[in-house]
């Protein structure tokens, strides 16, 4: 059973920085993708990130060179490093994971969630 445990959400004012970890159990997970998407209210989910088993990235354009994936197999977790935070990215955060080894962009690519965390972002 696929379980992803998120943490290191909160509140912090614009310009600063957080970093999102999810812990993945059940699984061997060193050939799989590994993503993170957000929500934010009255807004549908969207894809924010993803890491292959190779280590190559995706992001999306509202993040792209604000935001870092990385993966440590080892612990079979990814993070993401978030830096110049905006308000607009105010949004619960939430990770997934899929036993693909090609980029997966969309919400229903996905089986398997955290449970969220929630990201706040002050002026």
């Known amino acids: 059973q696929v379980q992803l445990v998120e943490s290191g959400g909160g509140n912090v004012q614009a310009g600063g920085s957080l970093r999102l970890s999810c812990a993945a159990s059940?699984?061997?997970?060193?050939?799989?993708?590994m993503a993170w998407f957000r929500q934010a209210p009255g807004k549908e989910r969207e894809f924010v990130a993803t890491i292959l088993w190779s280590g190559a990235t995706l992001y999306a354009a509202r993040v792209k060179g604000r935001f870092t994936i990385s993966r440590d197999n080892t612990k079979s977790t990814h993070y993401l490093q978030m830096d110049a935070l905006k308000p607009e990215d105010t949004a619960t955060y939430y990770c997934a994971v899929d036993p693909s080894r090609y980029y997966r962009q969309a919400v229903s690519d996905y089986n398997y969630w955290g449970q969220g965390t929630q990201v706040t972002v002050s002026t």
């Open positions: 059940g699984r061997t997970f060193s050939s799989w993708s």
